[in-house]
T-cell receptor
Framework: KNEVEQSPQNLTAQEGEFITINCSYSVGISALHWLQQHPGGGIVSLFMLSSGKKKHGRLIATINIQEKHSSLHITASHPRDSAVYICAVRSPFSGGGADGLTFGKGTHLIIQP | DADVTQTPRNRITKTGKRIMLECSQTKGHDRMYWYRQDPGLGLRLIYYSFDVKDINKGEISDGYSVSRQAQAKFSLSLESAIPNQTALYFC????????????????FGPGTRLTVL
């Protein structure tokens, strides 16, 4: 089974700071997802990547396949970015068939004004 | 309107009761999933279905059953609820995986908060 570790587990920062959340996994994957879980509980997909880097607004996701590591960056952080950020990987070792996911425990981010 | 809906959104029940959580989707996806989320743990897969005739157990299926009534509907049942099934339950959908296994996003419902007393 793929082990997915996220760090830090909790992060509190001031508005405007550059934020980095890390994700590492133990075995090869076909894709990695970054998800955002709002305080109300809803989950939305931010990024899906299998190589390189993706950018959407103030969010940037990178992945290093050789090092089995991904980072999610938030530039110019804002209180509305406060949420739980979840890393999930797809691999043959995940349950759920060909596109099953193994999830990290999440990083709880709080951005203070 | 939301693409993936779950009912109920909140439910409090007692030990031993039978509970059904329902999921509907308008995305036209074949694949549907049920996950549970517990504090301090990642989401864990309970059951998944690749079409109406295909149901598979996930990592933590004991104590649960499912029904895929149609492409758009996937229900999760707790036959006899117990307190350690208190959790946040999510339904998700995805499209068919491409031959290269590329990049199929999962779309999540809003979640059902279940409390078993």
């Amino acid at each position: 089974k793929n082990e997915v570790e996220q760090s830090p587990q909790n992060l509190t920062a001031q508005e405007g700071e550059f934020i980095t959340i890390n994700c590492s996994y133990s075995v090869g994957i076909s894709a990695l997802h970054w998800l955002q879980q709002h305080p109300g509980g809803g989950i939305v997909s931010l990024f899906m990547l299998s190589s390189g880097k993706k950018k959407h607004g103030r969010l940037i996701a990178t992945i290093n396949i050789q090092e089995k590591h991904s980072s999610l960056h938030i530039t110019a952080s804002h209180p509305r970015d406060s949420a739980v950020y979840i890393c999930a990987v797809r691999s043959p070792f995940s349950g759920g068939g060909a596109d099953g996911l193994t999830f990290g425990k999440g990083t709880h981010l709080i951005i203070q004004p | 309107d939301a693409d993936v809906t779950q009912t109920p959104r909140n439910r409090i029940t007692k030990t031993g009761k039978r509970i059904m959580l329902e999921c509907s989707q308008t995305k036209g996806h074949d694949r549907m999933y049920w996950y549970r989320q517990d504090p301090g743990l990642g989401l864990r897969l309970i059951y998944y279905s690749f079409d109406v005739k295909d149901i598979n157990k996930g990592e933590i299926s004991d104590g649960y059953s499912v029904s895929r009534q149609a492409q758009a509907k996937f229900s999760l049942s707790l036959e006899s609820a117990i307190p350690n099934q208190t959790a946040l339950y999510f339904c998700a959908t995805s499209d068919v995986v491409s031959p290269l296994g590329q990049n199929h996003e999962q779309f999540f419902g809003p979640g059902t908060r279940l409390t078993v007393l």
